[in-house]
Nanobody, 124 residues
Framework: QVQLVESGGGLVQAGGSLRLSCAAS????????MGWFRQAPGKEREFVAC????????YYGDSVKGRFTISRDNAKNTVYLQMNSLKPEDTAVYYC?????????????????WGQGTQVTVSS
C-alpha cells in the first residue's frame, strides 16, 4: 500500500516556475515507478511525466518536454516535478501516481495509487 500527498501548487504568472512535491508513505516506495498527470476542467487526465524506480529513466508528455523535469529522492520517499516557463494552458490539477513494475507508464489505467491532487494556476 502506498499513500501519496502532493504539495507545492499555487498561482503563478506565465513564464514563472513552480516545484511540486509528492510525499509517499510506505516502505516500498523505492520499488514503484512514479508519474505525474494533470487534469483541466472538462478535459481528460493527461500524462505529464514519469520516472522509473531507480530514478534513471524519465519520459515526458509532448506538451511539457524541455520545460518540466521529474526527479525522485528514494531516501525521502518523495518525487518532484520542476515546472519552468509555465503557460496558462498548464493550468490544471496535478496528480502524482505510483505504478508497480511499469517503468514507462503513460496511461492513467496503468497506475495503482493516486494522490488527491494539487491545483496549479498560471495567469497570463
Amino acid at each position: 500500500q502506498v499513500q501519496l500527498v502532493e504539495s507545492g501548487g499555487g498561482l503563478v504568472q506565465a513564464g514563472g516556475s513552480l516545484r511540486l512535491s509528492c510525499a509517499a508513505s510506505g516502505r516500498t516506495f523505492s520499488r514503484y515507478d512514479m508519474g505525474w498527470f494533470r487534469q483541466a476542467p472538462g478535459k481528460e487526465r493527461e500524462f505529464v511525466a514519469c520516472i522509473d524506480w531507480r530514478g534513471v529513466n524519465t519520459y515526458y508528455g509532448d506538451s511539457v518536454k524541455g520545460r518540466f523535469t521529474i526527479s525522485r529522492d528514494n531516501a525521502k520517499n518523495t518525487v518532484y516535478l520542476q515546472m519552468n516557463s509555465l503557460k496558462p494552458e498548464d493550468t490544471a490539477v496535478y496528480y502524482c501516481a505510483a505504478a508497480f513494475l511499469k517503468p514507462r507508464a503513460t496511461s492513467p489505467d496503468e497506475y495503482d495509487y493516486w494522490g488527491q491532487g494539487t491545483q496549479v494556476t498560471v495567469s497570463s
